[in-house]
């Protein structure tokens, strides 16, 4: 079951300014007989229903129809079936531009009382909803003003569709209809809308609270759910994409779960980047050893904890594999702070499994996070070429 946002619907036909890599070779080559895919149409509902409108059938994954699914989830259900020999079923439940709590059921927001702030930016975005509809009126009369003189349409800001954003509304339906369906697992991408201010503190929480969710509601509490940690990317200065990566890294506390790491092979320039053939990898890797038990690396390296040696803090990482090392460049983007938790940049060194870390301007360092900007540079991998997680060693908020 593969939902989420734009980089999961994104198709391997590409969008209008953002195209997969390879994208005509790969369509061409898509004839993948052991596969089989549903395209979930869009739809934002006020109570959880049981059932898709209109006739809904399975496609066999040809060309033709693999163009318009989804491409991360077409570039993982081929590496896994190619790996695992079995025939792979994939859903597309995915709509762009929207935030966890519209997956989340009411129930699973309702559970924990700190989620609340979710109804207070529901509401305060609800009044906003008279003023955006006169502006997509007057959007549309500038359109055919530009249509009558045969001149280019202009250009206006993306706008999010109400009832898309509305707490429970995508649950209800796109994920519900499927609830007595057994399902292996979940892949996952989403956050990039949860990412400014007022909404990326809550995350940490509300993504743990979907997972959850997620698992109560289908009456499985085994299925793994894996997910893509948001690519790097030059959000606006306002956003806070480290707080989201950071939540999802955290997130990899719950029982099955596993995380892509995608802030190396992301585009800064473009939120929607081209290459989905490493993430779908990435996450197919994941599903091998968690969901098939093949006893295979699957995880970049994984912030553990960290130790004092004097002016030194050394840094341990699950997933370090035969040793850490540094491509792509030299290691950097380490951070240190002490008490004040005012964070200077950090000579970074790798000895064996783990990174030390020091700066003459902190004596005594308590903290160290890596790859903390929105569009980070990382050059830490393990040996089975998979790069470290971004993340902070600061305490969970």
Known sequence: FASGQSNMEMPLAGFPGAAIKNSAAEISQANQPAIRLLLVQKKASAYPVNDLDGPVSWSMCTPETAA??????????????????????????????TPA??????????????LMPVFSAWASMTAQEADMTAI??????????ARSKNQPLPKHAWRPEFASWDPAWLFNGMVAPFLNLPIKGVIWYQGESNAPPERAFLYQKLFAA???DWHVQWQDSDFPFLFVQLANYNASPSDDWPAIREAQRRALSLKNTGMAVAADIGDPENIHPADK????LRLALAARAIAYHENIEYSG??????SSEGSNLRIWFDHAGAGLEVKNGALSDFQIAGDDRKFVDAAATVDGSTV???SPRVTTPKYVRYGWQ???????????NLPASPFTSESAN
Do not use: C, M
Request: no cysteine; charged share 20%; aromatic share 10%.
């Open 101 to 114: 709590e519209a997956w989340t059921s009411l129930p699973g927001i309702a559970a924990d009382a700190s």
């Open 210 to 212: 979907l997972i959850s």
């Open 356 to 358: 030390v870390v020091n």
């Open 301 to 306: 390296p994984v912030f553990r904890s960290i």
């Open 68 to 97: 318009k699914f989804s491409a991360v989830a077409y570039f993982f259900g081929r590496d896994l079936s190619s790996h695992e020999q079995v025939p792979i079923g994939l859903i597309d439940s995915s709509w762009g531009g």
């Open 374 to 384: 929105n569009n980070p540079s990382l050059h830490l991998y393990n040996s089975a």
């Open 277 to 280: 053939q490493d993430v779908g």
């Open 136 to 145: 997509r009126e007057a959007e549309k009369r500038a359109d055919a003003e």
